[in-house]
């Protein structure tokens, strides 16, 4: 792969469910090693996205592409191309820590002579060194999201799908998150991650803000700030943009509508 | 193309399931045995000292001699000797007796004469289970005896050596000492496993589903089949330790004599528990809910197994739709095969087609629960 290929390619991508437009005419891609940044607020459209991503749901039509693979006709080939980490809570409770890293090194098939290598990298990068005998269920809230991702990332996939990895998890433990999202991508990782805290938005290279099912704005944090730049708002945050452009965008569609 | 790491690893996993949660593994290895013994003592109707009263009319050397093998037979136990109908019909109707035999007048004189003679007994027919069983005690008795006098007669008045007239003993089977526990204890233990299995697995699919654990899993390059083989594998141990305690429970506890050979036991026992198990799974799979699961691997797996099993209700004598829907409940295979093996002492050369056909239900079921895995997540 060279450096600047696109692992993500979505193209006008649909998700109706019956009715309703769960995912309205989605277009973006996402570049090697990037931190793709996947904003808005519950009901945007956000989680279903990255479901079609992980070829756990099927789109309703529309195209889209990860690490080379066609999500709805080689399901297959993607799943051996990603990580995922779901909403909720995705290990074991019941079992110890390296338990669930075994497990989870089975399922991926991780080749024998990197499996201790890779075993101990998880339990380096979820800082769970001293802990490969204690039950999951005794972890707090950000340790268990480190070991997920460390369990998510055992295979060293290409792209890593990270949906609201931070929530629900104290400010220095996210933190401490997102700062093995950026090793991740550092060490080549394309990170697709999703969240409703507007200020993490900071950490992504470039973010989509997604609302009702629609991508309304994509940039980077810096670009998108700059565009809403005043001289009554020298330094807006991102959570003005969100404001501003969800206004706009409702504004639209009620004159769409009359 | 199933990679056998990744079935390896999902057992495994299941496997710490089951070993973590304490309190199901005790139930699950303590309730088959437990319900062995319960529904070992409810069931076993064995009928015998049925309680009756005697009325002999006709005081003949005849009939005392007729009525003194009903005084020494373990089937019967005589309450009394009574002179009119009243007492008898009141024991009956209050429950004292179950029978009442009645030898008429003149019974030793037309036997003497080679007549036929009638002889009548009351049945109490509110248990028609208990009272079948004591008419057909009675009337091997009663035929006994006169085939016995006929022949005596017979040779007294010159006849010479004719043989005995048909001889009317009935020969039981398989089950000589008439021990209904031999009889029900091999398809009760069918029945057990049958809840147990679909139990046991009942849970396993849904709880992922209810935990979030599974839209985990789908990501993963896990398939659909090595899932399911991984999860059944897993309680497939706990299922072979349960059929090995049973079986031990009801030849030492309830003496139930094993004539058979424990391989043919385990191989019918193993493909049983391959079809009850995937039975669980896919209904784990298809509601995504433990609760509706359980309750529906109940259902589905108990009243098929205890009612068209053949294990409590002799299939012959069903009517014709219920007799039908026997042919589609996997029990009723895994009964003959149990009872073959335990009582007949059979092997596969003649219980092959119960096992085929155990072997196909199981294959179906197991198509059916990795088609459900495989659907996406909505
Ligand atoms: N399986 C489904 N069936 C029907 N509606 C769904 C389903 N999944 C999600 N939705 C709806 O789609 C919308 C977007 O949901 P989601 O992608 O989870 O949003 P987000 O992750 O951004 O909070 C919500 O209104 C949700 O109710
Ligand atoms: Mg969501």
């Not at chain 1, 193209?11 to 990037?34: I, P, Q």
Request: glycine residues 8%; hydrophobic residues 45%; contains cysteine.
């Amino acid at each position: 792969m060279t450096p600047h290929e696109n692992t993500v390619i979505i193209d006008k991508l649909v998700k109706r469910f019956g009715d309703f437009v769960a995912v309205d005419d989605v277009s973006l891609t996402v570049k090697r090693g990037e931190i793709f940044g996947f904003l808005g607020p519950n009901g945007a459209g956000k989680s279903t996205t990255i479901r079609i991503l992980c070829a756990l749901l099927a789109p309703t039509s529309g195209v889209a592409t990860v690490a080379g693979y066609d999500v709805a006709r080689e399901p297959e080939a993607v799943k051996l191309h990603i990580g995922y980490m779901s909403q909720k809570f995705s290990l074991y409770d019941d079992l110890t820590v390296g338990e669930n890293i075994e497990f989870f090194s089975g399922i991926y098939g991780v080749p024998r002579d990197i499996r201790d290598e890779r075993r101990a990298y998880a339990l380096r990068m979820a800082g769970l060194e001293e802990k490969e005998q204690t039950k999951t269920s005794l972890l707090a809230g950000g340790w268990k999201q480190r070991l997920a991702l460390g369990c998510a990332i055992l295979h060293q996939p290409p792209v890593v799908f990270l949906d609201e990895p931070t929530s629900g998890v104290d400010p220095l433990a996210r933190r401490a998150f997102w700062d093995l999202i950026n090793e991740l991508s550092h060490a080549g990782h394309t990170v697709f991650v999703t969240t409703h805290y507007m200020e993490e938005a900071e950490y992504c290279h470039r973010v989509a803000l997604m609302y009702r099912g629609r991508v309304i704005s994509l940039g980077t944090p810096h670009d998108l700030r700059k565009q809403l730049r005043s001289d009554t708002l020298p330094e807006p945050t991102m959570e003005d943009v969100f404001v501003s452009m969800i206004e706009r965008e409702d504004a639209a569609l009620a004159g769409g509508k009359s | 193309m199933i990679s056998f790491r990744r079935t390896r690893a999902m057992a495994r996993k299941e496997f710490l399931h089951i070993l973590r949660d304490s309190r199901s593994l005790y139930l699950a290895l303590m309730l088959p045995v437990v319900q062995l013994i319960l529904f070992g003592y409810a069931l076993s109707l064995d009928v015998d000292r049925i309680p009756i009263l005697l009325f002999d009319q006709d005081r003949s050397p005849q009939s005392r001699e007729m009525l003194a093998q009903f005084r020494g037979s373990r089937f019967f136990t005589v309450l009394g000797d009574i002179e009119s109908y009243q007492p008898g019909e009141y024991a009956i109707t209050s429950g004292t007796a179950m029978a009442v035999l009645v030898v008429p007048r003149r019974f030793g004189e037309d036997l003497a004469a080679g007549k036929q003679v009638p002889v009548q007994l009351l049945l109490d027919g509110s248990d028609s289970n208990t009272a079948s069983i004591a008419l057909g005690y009675a009337r091997a008795m009663v035929a006994g005896y006169s085939n016995q006098l006929r022949t005596e007669y017979q040779i007294r008045n010159g006849a010479g050596e004719i043989k005995p007239p048909v001889d009317p003993q009935i020969r039981v089977m398989f089950n000589s000492e008439l021990k209904s526990k031999n009889y029900i204890v091999p398809g009760l233990i069918a029945v057990i496993l049958m809840i147990l299995a679909s139990m046991l697995t009942s849970l396993a699919i849904a709880r992922e589903w209810e935990n979030g654990t599974m839209e985990e899993l789908l990501s993963t390059p896990v398939r659909a089949s090595e899932l399911a083989l991984g999860k059944l594998s897993a309680y497939f141990i706990l299922g072979a330790l349960d059929t090995v305690t049973i079986v031990l429970a009801g030849v030492y506890f309830f003496g139930v004599p094993l004539r058979g050979s424990a391989l043919v036991l385990g191989i019918s026992a193993g493909i049983f528990l391959f079809g009850a198990m995937s039975w669980g799974l896919m209904l784990s799979a298809i509601t995504r809910n433990q609760l509706q699961a359980n309750q529906l691997g109940l259902l589905s797996s108990f009243l098929p197994a205890f009612l068209l099993s053949g294990f409590v209700y002799a299939i012959d004598s069903m009517p014709a739709l219920p007799r039908f829907m026997t042919y589609i409940v996997p029990a009723r295979y895994f009964v003959a095969m149990m009872k073959g093996v335990f009582l007949k002492g059979v092997g596969m050369e003649l219980l092959w087609g119960e096992g085929l056909l155990l072997l196909l239900y199981a294959t179906v079921v197991f198509v059916i629960l990795t088609r459900k895995l495989r659907q996406k997540i909505a």
